[in-house]
């Protein structure tokens, strides 16, 4: 008989996507907060680099998991979300 287990890490999924809009809400308070300024500029670019070097933790504390699984294509998918959150701050 073989063993059976559930290999969907949805803990995974769910913190990947907590980091995106995390990364999100942080954007946006600070394009209210300080509009037009550098400063918004620079803080997008400093939590951009803190929501990426949490995805990448959290892609080696899951075991590098395949695209193809629940987890690989949730921190891929908060990956590309998040690069493409922090395109219109950085640009002005």
Do not use: C, E
């Amino acid at each position: 008989m073989q063993d059976f287990r559930n290999h969907h890490d949805f803990r995974t999924l769910t913190a990947a996507f907590a980091i995106w809009a995390a990364h999100f809400t942080l954007l946006w308070a600070a394009s209210i907060t300080f509009p037009g300024a550098i400063a918004a500029r620079w803080l997008a670019l400093a939590f951009t680099v803190i929501a990426l070097a949490a995805l990448a933790w959290l892609y080696l504390r899951a075991g590098k998991p395949k695209l193809g699984s629940v987890a690989g294509l949730g921190l891929a998918i908060a990956t590309v979300g998040t690069l493409y959150d922090s395109v219109p701050p950085l640009i002005g």
